[in-house]
């Protein structure tokens, strides 16, 4: 495993709450991102419409490895 990371920003959203929305996030980058080892929430925001909450969104940075290539042979 390398010891370099990477970081991306990403925003997930969720009719159901800010942890869905995080949770939104870090799923669909696991579709295409390996080696996914961690995730900060840098700001959680949400839509109202009239009295309620209708949506919730959260800023989160995904930490990932970088995969070092390996010498040819």
């Known amino acids: 495993m390398s010891q370099v990371a990477k970081v991306i920003e990403l925003v997930g959203s969720s009719p159901n709450s800010w942890q869905d929305a995080v949770e939104v996030a870090v799923r669909e980058a696991s579709k295409t991102i390996r080696h996914i080892s961690g995730v900060e929430v840098t700001n959680m925001t949400a839509e109202v419409q009239g009295d309620r909450i209708t949506n919730w969104r ?7 490895a970088i995969e070092s290539e390996r010498p040819s042979s």
């Open 58 to 64: 959260a800023t989160v940075k995904v930490v990932f």
